[in-house]
């Protein structure tokens, strides 16, 4: 027996963690992985409105915070801290959202959205409908700070959990 799978073994009353093929974050068409670890990826969000706006997902199939191990929710805090800290260092956001939903694609996945005064959907949410549809003169340099946040985080999220 693994290591790995002694750390995962639970005694919660879950459903099979196993990937599905009907999952689009199990078996993704296409996504930009910016890090991977043993629990977690971390992907660009590829909205582009919104320069760094990432998804963290979970690499096994979860649908509830309260179904992961010990491991996985000490790394997701973790790596949502220090995403949440190079984030707001690099792209000097007005503000930061931490989301997670689930309710179109019951998956654990979290979005973290950096978000700014003049965004398009500012201060409403992303799925909300769009508030202005000016392009603020500050995107061209958001997109480039959010192009170094993404060159950083592969070694930022890899010192946060090993």
Same mark, same amino acid.
């Given at each position: 027996?693994?290591?790995? *799978? ?15 093929? =009907?999952? *689009? ?15 977690? +990826? %971390?992907? =660009? $969000?590829?909205?582009? *409105? ?5 998804? /963290?997902?979970? &690499? !096994? ?11 996985? +929710? ?5 790596? /949502?801290?220090?995403? =949440?800290?190079?984030? !707001? ?7 930061? &959202?931490?989301? *997670?939903?689930? &309710? ?21 949410? /992303?799925?909300?409908? $769009? ?8 995107? =061209? ?6 192009? !170094? %946040?993404? $060159?950083? /985080?592969?070694?930022?999220? $890899?010192?946060?959990?090993?």
């Amino acid at each position: 027996m693994s290591i790995l *799978s002694i750390l995962m073994k639970s005694d919660k009353d879950e459903p099979s963690s196993a990937l599905r093929s =009907d999952c *689009s974050l199990c078996v993704p068409e296409k996504e930009v992985v910016i890090w991977r670890g043993a629990f977690w +990826r %971390l992907i =660009d $969000a590829g909205d582009t *409105s919104i320069p760094g706006y990432l998804r /963290l997902i979970v &690499n !096994r199939h979860i649908t509830e915070l309260s179904w992961l191990a010990k491991p996985e +929710r000490e790394q997701l805090f973790s790596l /949502l801290q220090v995403i =949440d800290e190079s984030m !707001r260092q690099e792209l000097k956001p007005t503000k930061i &959202n931490i989301a *997670s939903l689930g &309710n179109q694609v019951p998956h654990m996945h979290w979005h973290i959205i950096p978000r700014w005064h003049d965004d398009p959907y500012f201060p409403q949410s /992303l799925w909300s409908t $769009a508030q202005r549809d000016t392009v603020s003169p500050e995107q =061209d340099a958001r997109h480039q700070a959010a192009q !170094r %946040l993404f $060159a950083k /985080l592969p070694k930022l999220c $890899a010192k946060a959990v090993y």
